[in-house]
C-alpha cells in the first residue's frame, strides 16, 4: 500500500502573530514553524501502517525551502520519502491542484491530510483534492482499518461518530482520535540522522488559476477588563449582561 501524508508547515501556537506592510502580509520574523498537529496525528497513523502492514510512506507539502526542516521531521519520525512543490500556497484550490497532481502520478492507494491547518482552518483542501481525482473522501477521521482495498473507518459527526465502509483509493480529513497525542513519535537521534540520507525531492508546480487572495489580516480586539459585581446585586448584574456585553 502507498500512502501520501500532506503535511503543512504551520506557525507553532505558542508563536507572537504580526502582520506587516499595513497588514497585508504575515510577519514570520521569530515565528518557529512545525508540523500542522493534524497532519502530525495522520503521520503517526501512516507510520502505524508501514510497521504492521509493510506500507510505503510519502510526505509532500507546497512551499518554499523554509518548509524543508519541516518535512525532514516527518522523515525522522519515519517517512520513507518526501515531496516537496516549489510553490507558495496561496490558496485552497491552488494547493489542492498541486496535490492532486502529485497523487495522480503517483498512484498513491491511501492519502492522509489533516481535517485543517492551525493556522487557516480553511478545511478545504482534502475535500477538494477527491472532488478533483474522483476519489472516496471522508472527512473528520479519527479511526481507519485497511484489509486489502476494503476499508472501515470511523469519523466525528454531531453528537457521535459514524462507522463508514469504503474503498481504496480514499483521501482522509484526519484528526485527533486518529492517534491520540500520547502515540505521536519524538524523533530521536537515529531517526534524524538517516533523514538526512532520506530522498526530499523539490517539482516544480502545475499552472494553475489564483481564485482568491488575502486583502487584510487583523487580529482579534483585546479583552476588555472585568468588572466585578457583588453577588447581591442581581440588578446591576443583569443591567450589565444587557446593555454592555450585550449578551441577553
Not at 128 to 141: H, K, Q, V
Not at 189 to 209: C, D, F, H, Y
Request: charged fraction near 20%; proline fraction near 5%.
Amino acid at each position: 500500500m502507498k500512502i501520501l501524508v500532506c503535511i503543512s508547515h504551520v506557525p507553532d501556537t505558542t508563536s507572537k502573530i504580526n502582520f506587516t506592510n499595513a497588514d497585508t502580509e504575515f510577519d514570520t520574523n521569530g515565528v518557529q514553524y512545525v508540523i500542522n498537529p493534524n497532519d502530525e496525528f495522520g503521520l503517526t497513523r501512516a507510520i502505524w501502517f508501514q510497521e504492521q502492514q509493510g506500507a510505503t510512506v510519502t510526505v509532500v507539502n507546497v512551499g518554499g525551502p523554509e518548509t524543508e526542516p519541516t518535512l525532514r521531521k516527518a522523515l525522522a519520525i519515519g517517512a520513507n520519502d518526501a515531496i516537496r512543490i516549489n510553490a507558495t500556497p496561496t490558496d485552497g484550490f491552488f494547493v489542492a491542484k498541486q496535490l492532486a497532481e502529485v497523487i495522480k502520478s503517483g498512484a498513491y492507494d491511501l492519502v492522509i491530510a489533516g481535517k485543517e491547518s492551525l493556522d487557516y482552518n480553511g478545511g478545504m483542501v482534502p475535500g477538494m483534492i477527491a472532488g478533483i481525482l474522483g476519489y472516496n473522501f471522508l472527512n473528520s477521521c479519527i479511526d481507519i482499518t485497511v484489509d486489502g482495498t476494503n476499508i472501515k473507518a470511523v469519523r466525528e459527526i454531531d453528537g457521535g461518530k459514524e462507522t463508514i465502509s469504503t474503498s481504496l483509493p480514499l483521501i482522509i480529513g484526519g484528526q485527533k482520535g486518529i492517534v491520540e497525542e500520547k502515540d505521536l513519535r519524538i524523533p530521536n537521534m537515529r531517526g534524524i540522522m538517516t533523514a538526512r540520507t532520506k530522498s526530499l525531492n523539490v517539482v516544480e508546480p502545475i499552472a494553475v488559476a489564483i481564485n482568491t487572495k488575502a486583502v487584510k489580516f487583523e487580529k482579534p480586539a483585546p479583552k476588555s477588563a472585568i468588572k466585578m459585581i457583588s453577588p447581591d446585586n442581581l440588578d446591576e448584574l443583569i443591567n450589565l449582561l444587557h446593555n454592555e456585553a450585550k449578551v441577553i
